[in-house]
């Protein structure tokens, strides 16, 4: 992976990461008490943790090793915030440090998940070409927050609990 396609990979990740962390924070608090929502950070790792919620797309680590060169002791750490979850996922970014992180990683039985596709998007910041569409996308009117949010959580693969 080249170095500009590395540090793509980074940023991407630590978007990502703080978008989770902004909506695990923005949960109503009973909605969040409920789910067992939380966000960690361990040594620059972002860990979502959703004890209510028996899926790992809300209960996984992103950017383990990109901030700086993770240490076992980080390893052992995440894998001690996750003991009270049924599954979740490690996202190891390419570019992650040290070398020895997936060595590490394998000691203790971590393996490539058998989940659908993952892709991350990346663009500059010039304005997209126009493109002929018959859709409308705009900003949600008043009354319409119900539908887009049930469409989100159902596209997401979202719990029902998440629509309000």
Do not use: Q
């Not at 894998?79 to 570019?95: E, F, I, N, Q």
């Not at 992650?96 to 892709?119: D, Q």
């Not at 949600?140 to 998440?162: D, K, N, T, V």
Request: hydrophobic share 50%.
């Amino acid at each position: 992976m080249s170095e500009t396609a590395t540090e793509e990979a980074r940023a991407a990740d630590t978007i990502e990461a703080a978008a989770y962390r902004e909506m695990y924070a923005a949960a109503p608090p009973e909605l969040g008490a409920r789910l067992g929502l939380e966000t960690r950070e361990i040594d620059g790792a972002t860990l979502l943790v959703a004890r209510g919620i028996p899926d790992p797309f809300f209960n996984r680590t992103i950017g383990l090793g990109l901030a700086r060169p993770a240490r076992e002791e980080d390893v052992d750490a995440m894998l001690a915030a996750y003991r009270a979850v049924k599954s979740w996922w490690l996202h190891l970014t390419p570019g992650a440090a040290p070398a020895a992180l997936v060595s590490w990683l394998e000691a203790r039985g971590f393996a490539l998940a058998k989940r659908r596709a993952w892709a991350k998007m990346v663009r500059g910041t010039a304005a997209p070409p126009e493109v002929a569409t018959p859709l409308e996308v705009r900003a949600a009117r008043a009354g319409e927050e119900g539908p887009l949010a049930e469409s989100i959580a159902a596209g997401f693969g979202m719990p029902a609990a998440f629509v309000p």
